[in-house]
């Protein structure tokens, strides 16, 4: 599991484990630095993370939105150390300063679980189904805990009544399989802010739920996260839930930050065709009309061989010669703490519609 | 889009053969067995408990539900891919409950489907290509332009004719589920039954495949039974909806009734929960959070189904059943309470 990367080596010895600072403002909990994943296969070499870099600040949610394969499960896979052996990982990741990537595995096992935790889609893969939920959450608390296991049980006990699960006590002899989806994924949350965690790190939390599951369980995870003062990375494809719970989004294609704003003024304002493209793909809930949608063509380009330009390039309805030259960078656009990766962002500033440009010919003929 | 649509779901409607597909009463009942040695019929799980729906040519009816409502059931014993247990299916007048298995063939090529799962619907020992042929060898339209047909469909539903000789595996689940549709294509059906047909795609993708829907609709004139969990895409597609709750149809009428109107309770919930996917709105809803879980079909609720999560739930409705009638809403309702709760999800009460 050791992710040091030969390219620097000179990380691994110039920070300390456990007090260096980084520069970081004051209330900022965890900086990724052009984090970068990729695994070997057969065919090439696939780049799944292209250089992830943002922060997250104590108690914000902070939403990750793409598409299947556009690295953002594995980018939080990265941080907590979770991928296979065959992956080849790059960058920093300063959790309160120490640099995550470098810490030795016992290091790095200290922090997973206890001040990073995760929340999985499927609650019914990342539970055991042998052991009852008692002793999986009685377990988690005394792998990072010297206490009696009487004393983590009522702990658990505790954490179950607090994501509303009734009868906290007498359901501690449960087994997983005799609680319901909705449920699971309460015991995962509870498994999750067991020992009160700087963040929590849930990746598709409600996907497997239905939504009226789903609003219970967003709910529970809000209360929760202001309980234990968390943080949360939300990882979805689901627009909808990040418009209800993100403070701030990061916008991830082809394995790379390609807009990271406040919720609200992105999704009001994008400044990456690519984002406005996602807006004009999703059917209203509000209303009827019997507009067009309006899909991005295409399909994301390969990991393993990617154009040289823009990644969006062979998609975007903007593009032009200079994005088959030179990726853009993530840059400042019309309003402070807004950045997207896009030559082209004033077009989108400079129309009131910005998922026009994804009009369909047989829109425009209509 | 919108057709001038009949009477919408009525249970209780003998005219027969003024619909394309009418389905009456629809029960099915799966048994659960003991595990003893003679494994005995111990219990039903009542997937479908008496389900009434119309479907006129070119339209689109969506039936939405969470999980275990009943819908994908619903679909399935419409395509008598479940024997129903009760109940008639009539597809242009012809009773498909008793039609012998040769003439039911006829029917399916008229009449197809599109499965919720595209890993476990296509075959992982046969190229594409060969997927997307069968069902024109099966009816014997291959020898006249099949290979092109094939490659058509393929460019169709945005997958690369060169690709077709790969094998399902080589495809993403979203690619799968396109493969699907255009097996379920081939043959020029009337109306297509489809079954959760964008839940696996990215949005992105998913906004094409429905745009590619719509197309084809306007086209051929195709009808369907779009069933899905998601109400914004439920609303945009359909031209009547109705709402499904362990297995039965709880509301139903016109698209802009349901979701301007919603007046059951469950329908109520369903819609306040619904995340959209614009933050000012979010910020200002009030949601309806339900109690609990959905019951056991194979134990469900006495009278009312859904009064064990309902906040307006009294004696009456563990007593007695609701019918799906319309109670002065517009709509059929089945709700002892129905009552209109306008726009739970108003774009006008955001003021920008």
Redesign the interface.
């Known amino acids: 599991m050791s992710m040091s990367d030969p390219a620097h080596p000179e990380d691994a010895t110039t920070t300390p484990p456990l007090d260096a600072v980084d520069g970081r403002t004051s209330d900022e909990l965890l900086r990724v630095e052009d984090l970068t994943v990729s695994f070997p296969t057969d065919d090439g070499l696939v780049q799944a993370v292209r250089g992830v870099s943002y922060s997250v600040r104590e108690r914000e949610v902070l939403g990750i939105v793409g ?3 556009s690295g953002k499960s594995v980018s939080s896979m990265a941080l907590m150390g979770l991928l296979p052996k065959s992956a080849r990982v790059t960058g920093s990741v300063y959790f309160r300063g120490r640099d995550v990537l470098q810490l030795r595995e016992k290091h790095q096992r200290a922090l997973r679980g206890s001040r990073i935790a995760m929340i999985f889609q499927d609650p019914m893969t990342a539970l055991n189904p042998v052991y009852s939920i008692g002793d999986q959450l009685a377990e988690a608390v005394l792998s990072h805990h010297t206490m009696p296991r009487k004393k983590a049980l009522d702990r658990a006990a505790e954490m179950l009544d607090m994501v509303g699960i009734p009868q906290a006590r007498e359901r501690l002899r449960n087994y997983p399989h005799e609680f ?1 989806g ?2 699971r994924q309460r015991v995962m949350i509870a498994m999750a802010v067991i020992n009160n965690p700087d963040i929590i790190i849930a990746d598709e939390p409600t996907t497997a739920l ?7 369980i967003l ?1 529970t995870l809000i209360e929760v996260k202001d309980a234990v003062n968390a943080a949360i990375i939300m990882i979805t ?8 719970i993100a403070d701030r989004t990061l916008v991830m294609y082809a394995g790379k930050p390609v807009e990271v704003a406040e ?2 003024p992105m ?2 304002n994008p400044r990456m065709p690519y984002t406005a ?12 009309t ?1 507009e ?6 295409g ?1 994301p380009p390969s990991l393993i061989s990617l154009p040289i330009g823009c990644a969006f390039e062979p998609r975007c309805p903007l593009s032009t010669a200079e994005c088959l030259e030179t990726e853009p960078p993530l840059t400042e656009t019309d309003k402070p703490d807004h950045v997207a990766a896009c030559h082209h962002w004033q077009k989108l500033a400079a129309v009131d519609d910005p998922t026009a440009y994804f009009r ?1 010919e ?1 829109e425009v003929g209509r | 889009m919108t057709q001038t649509s009949p009477a919408p779901v009525s249970a209780h409607d003998e005219h027969v053969g003024e619909h394309l597909l009418e389905v009456r009463d629809l029960v099915m009942h799966f048994p659960i067995r003991g595990s003893g040695f003679l494994r005995r019929v111990v219990g039903q799980v009542q997937a479908v408990s008496g389900v009434s729906l119309d479907l006129d040519a070119g339209e689109t009816l969506g039936v939405v539900g969470e999980s275990g409502c009943g819908k994908s059931t619903t679909g399935r014993a419409i395509l008598q891919l479940h024997t129903p247990t009760a109940g008639s299916v009539r597809w242009e007048g012809k009773e498909l409950t008793e039609l012998p298995k040769q003439e039911m063939q006829a029917v399916r090529r008229d009449l197809q489907i599109v499965f919720q799962d595209p890993y476990a619907s296509l075959n992982p020992k046969m190229p594409v290509n060969d997927i997307i042929a069968e069902p024109l060898k099966v009816h014997g339209r291959y020898k006249d332009g099949g290979p092109a047909r094939v490659k058509e469909l393929l460019q169709l539903v945005g997958l690369n004719p060169e690709h077709g000789n790969r094998y399902p595996h080589e495809f993403s689940g979203g690619q799968r589920q396109r493969i699907g549709i255009a097996r379920a294509l081939a043959l020029q059906p009337k109306a297509l039954i489809l079954d959760e047909p964008v839940s696996a795609l990215d949005v992105s993708v998913q906004a094409g495949i429905i745009n590619l829907l719509e197309d084809l609709q306007d086209e051929f004139g195709l009808a369907y039974v779009f069933i899905a969990h998601d109400l914004s895409v439920v609303r945009h597609i359909s031209d009547r909806v109705a709402v499904m709750y362990l297995g039965k149809v709880v509301e139903t009428g016109e698209r802009d009734e349901i979701y301007r109107r919603p007046s059951h309770p469950y329908t109520q919930a369903l819609l306040s929960a619904a995340p959209s996917a614009n933050p000012e709105i979010e910020a200002k809803r009030e949601r309806i959070i339900l109690e609990g879980d959905v019951p056991s079909p194979a134990d469900p609720p006495s009278g009312c189904r859904f009064r064990t999560r309902c906040w307006k739930a009294e004696e009456i409705c563990a007593t007695e059943e609701p019918e799906l009638v319309d109670r002065g809403q517009g709509h059929p309702v089945a709700c002892h309470f129905a009552e209109e709760l306008l726009e739970v999800i108003n774009p006008d009460d955001v003021t920008p």
Request: charged share 20%; net charge negative.
């Open positions: 598409e299947s394969g319901s909705g449920m239905d939504v009226t599951v789903q609003a219970q709910e494809h689901d627009l909808g839930v990040i418009a209800g919720t609200g999704f009001a493209g996602l807006m004009g793909s999703i059917p209203s809930l509000e209303d009827s019997n067009r949608l309006r899909p991005i063509k399909t369909t047989s």
